[in-house]
């Protein structure tokens, strides 16, 4: 399989966004869930773009902090199409994260962490949630994939002692 693109898109101004970490840390998202390769898109947002897709795709009319938008396989076979085809491609592609700036950051604040850590741990979750996974169904099984992807990707990477809770400031 070829590596799809990982793309960061920055749709506001409050914050400045590292697309570099964004896209490193998606790339060992996927990798450690056994999706290394895979695509996906990234975009940073205001709450008022947020909040409209939030009531266009889930009928809440109201801001959230991370949306995750699966890509839906086409019916039929790719390989009809030849080596490298669009569907096949577009197979690959796991699909788009969004995530609002203004949310983040009052989380953030609320938590006692950087945005950047507030942004990432949204990441990670967005991600799973493209991978199939749903923590309202679940009984906890992304809860617990998460909480691992964090102490390893996060906390690690930040020589951070990680244990329940622990966050780096």
Do not use: W
Request: negative net charge.
């Amino acid at each position: 399989m070829t590596e799809l693109a990982i793309e960061v898109v920055n749709r506001q101004r409050l914050v400045s966004i590292d697309r570099r970490h964004a896209l490193a840390l998606a790339r060992d998202a996927l990798a450690a869930i056994g999706r290394a390769g895979q695509g996906v898109t990234i975009a940073f947002v205001r709450d008022r773009s947020i909040r409209k897709l939030n009531l266009d795709f889930r009928g809440k009319d109201r801001p959230t902090d991370v949306l995750s938008f699966p890509s839906r396989e086409e019916a039929g076979s790719a390989a009809a199409s030849g080596p490298i085809s669009i569907e096949a491609e577009m197979a690959d592609h796991l699909g788009d994260v969004v995530i609002s700036a203004d949310t983040a950051l009052r989380q953030a604040e609320e938590a006692g962490h950087s945005f950047e850590r507030e942004a990432s741990e949204l990441l990670i979750h967005g991600i799973l949630h493209l991978c199939g996974y749903d923590h309202e169904t679940d009984r906890g099984e992304m809860n617990r994939l998460e909480l691992r992807l964090r102490r390893e990707l996060l906390d690690r990477a930040r020589g951070v002692e990680s244990g329940p809770g622990s966050f780096p400031d």
